[in-house]
């Protein structure tokens, strides 16, 4: 009995190795556990509703269910009449959208990492997250001036010296953060500095670097741009028509009101909305003509010779199909055949933007990125599938499309000193005599 009573004391007491290692665990007077609760999300907000007050009066004898597919109608064709606006003043202030958009978004996300783990009290933190936007800017944009704009700054001595030291610029600015971050670790917020450190970057990656693949998409010719966005638009709003008319079956668990009804009737009609929109752009040169920039007016144009992609052709259609349909040829623009696979793409693999974006909420328990369009959330949810979207179509250009530019190259060449000009011009000259496009002269021989 003695001895029971004397291990039931000993027992709630920890062993030596245990305190130890309790010890250890703590880091600057701060446990494990202590920090891990620290960057515990925050509970779910109470959901307000976003929607006008004129609005709600006009819808309020409808059900949620029908409130809520009028509001977002209603919304959709407004975002739709905006989207042909900013389409018709030009390249110049499409771009200058793609950056607001690209600001919001960043904004969006910053602020859900700012109020999710409680970074209050971190210094410095909003000031850096937006130092390093626009460290990270400046060097895609630096790259892109240099690019397209490339007889301008040859042009422009102060231009010329950003041009040739852009690299080493932009790493300074960013070293100068990475420095002012180290600067402002205090002692008792490490971990959740480092976690906030990690979320900037990662929103960086996935916001910027997209955002500025839409401006290349946008610079090989308007359609690369409007065509793409515009098949995620269309499998948006069909698969939300399909779901809400005929949706039974559930698709993923991470989106519930996600069907295949809708997944499959929003692939079938984006397929044909893109060959439809594809044939009626690809007529005109200001939609097929890459964008570019005009040193004596000072202005972009997009007046070109189009290219085979952009005429009409021939082809044979499939004994199949043709007796079926009855015709044996038919007469199409190539560019729309590319445009099957990019719908495809925007049905099928687009959604998994909205998926991940789903995931992002559900983990954070949030219900949307923000309360800026009524019924949609914040611009990042209706911009989630736009950014995978875009990386395909500068993949798929850069793959497919596009070839070596002359332009570039001669650009390039005049920029070389006069003795290495003239080992290019003799190395060339020697390559195609060799190839017999050339004949030799008796002085070269």
Not at 396 to 404: E, L, T
Request: with cysteine; aromatic share 16%.
């Amino acid at each position: 009995m003695t001895e029971l009573r004397q291990r039931a004391v000993r027992e709630p007491d920890a062993p030596p190795e245990d305190k130890e290692s309790e010890s250890e665990a703590k880091v600057d007077g701060e446990t494990a556990s202590d920090s891990e609760s620290r960057a515990e999300p925050a509970p779910p907000p109470t959901s307000v509703d976003d929607t006008p007050e004129v609005l709600n009066r006009a819808l309020s004898n409808l059900s949620s269910r029908w409130k809520n597919w009028w509001v977002r109608g209603i919304l959709s064709l407004a975002m739709i009449a905006f989207f042909f606006i900013i389409i018709y003043l030009g390249p110049m202030v499409l771009m200058m959208i793609v950056m607001c958009v690209q600001i919001k978004c960043f904004h969006e996300i910053i602020t859900i990492g700012y109020n999710v783990y409680h970074s209050y009290d971190l210094p410095w933190f909003r000031t850096l997250s937006w130092y390093f936007l626009l460290c990270v800017n400046y060097f895609f944009y630096g790259e892109t001036v240099t690019d397209y704009f490339f007889t301008l700054v040859q042009r422009e001595e102060p231009l010329r010296i950003l041009s040739k030291y852009h690299r080493f610029i932009s790493f300074t600015l960013y070293l100068t953060g990475f420095c002012m971050f180290v600067l402002s670790l205090v002692k008792k917020h490490y971990r959740l500095q480092f976690y906030m450190f990690g979320w900037t970057h990662v929103t960086l990656l996935i916001v910027v670097t997209q955002s500025h693949l839409v401006i290349h998409n946008l610079f090989e010719g308007m359609i690369w741009f409007i065509v793409p966005i515009s098949c995620v638009i269309c499998n948006d709003i069909m698969a939300y028509m399909f779901g809400f008319f005929f949706g039974r079956t559930p698709l993923i668990k991470l989106s519930p009101k996600k069907t295949w009804e809708g997944f499959i009737g929003g692939f079938f009609a984006t397929v044909v909305f893109g060959l439809l929109l594809s044939y009626v752009m690809s007529g005109y040169r200001c939609f097929v003509c890459p964008v570019e920039y005009n040193n004596d007016t000072n202005s972009f144009t997009v007046d070109c010779e189009p290219s085979d992609l952009f005429r009409l052709q021939e082809y044979n259609i499939p004994g199949v199909i043709q007796s079926v349909i009855g015709w044996k040829t038919v007469r199409m623009y190539p560019f729309q055949i590319h445009s099957i696979a990019l719908s495809t793409f925007a049905s099928l693999i687009g959604p998994f933007g909205g998926f991940f974006a789903s995931g992002f909420k559900r983990a954070f328990k949030i219900k949307d990125f923000a309360n800026t369009i009524p019924g949609h959330g914040g611009i990042m949810d209706r911009f989630d599938c736009q950014y995978l979207m875009a990386t395909f179509v500068n993949v798929y250009i850069a793959s497919f499309i596009r070839g070596p530019n002359p332009s570039k190259l001669i650009q390039q060449f005049l920029t070389l000193r006069p003795d290495q000009q003239l080992h290019i011009f003799n190395t060339l000259k020697s390559h195609l005599t060799d190839k017999g496009i050339l004949t030799a002269t008796t002085e070269d021989e």
